[in-house]
């Protein structure tokens, strides 16, 4: 069972930078769709940005767009969410999440792998 954890979340003011990485146990890991979500208290865990198994296609929430980056580095088996302009509506536990489809996966019922979240806190 591959494991995920998840680090760099942390307190940023609006307009800062926050890099998150999520490394993985998994030896097959350049084989995993791999996906980032994030829950703000009182809400449903929303897609923030999804990564095919080369790195070739990347896909974003209309909120993150032109905001964050998400990348991978399958030699070090490691995520990557680099998030900039960050703003108070960002604040939210980050999570990273896993799949072994083909096809790309944007919602959290077709991952069957996560982490158990970072907190992200944007303050105005």
């Known amino acids: 069972q591959v494991q995920l954890v998840e680090s760099g979340g942390g307190l940023v003011q609006a307009g800062g930078s926050l890099r998150l990485s999520c490394a993985a146990s998994?030896?097959?890991?350049?084989?995993?769709?791999m996906g980032w979500f994030r829950q703000a208290p009182g809400k449903e865990r929303d897609f923030v940005a999804a990564i095919t198994w080369s790195g070739g296609d990347t896909y974003y929430a209309d909120s993150v767009k032109g905001r964050f980056t998400i990348s991978r580095d399958n030699a070090k088996n490691t995520l990557y969410l680099q998030m900039n302009s960050l703003k108070p509506e960002d604040t939210a536990v980050y999570f990273c999440?896993?799949?072994?489809?083909?096809?790309?996966?944007?919602?959290?019922?077709?991952?069957?792998?996560w982490g158990q979240g970072t907190q992200v806190t944007v303050s105005p």
């Open positions: 998994e030896r097959t890991f350049r084989h995993y769709f």
């Open positions: 999440a896993a799949s072994t489809n083909i096809v790309p996966v944007l919602t959290p019922p077709d991952y069957p792998y």
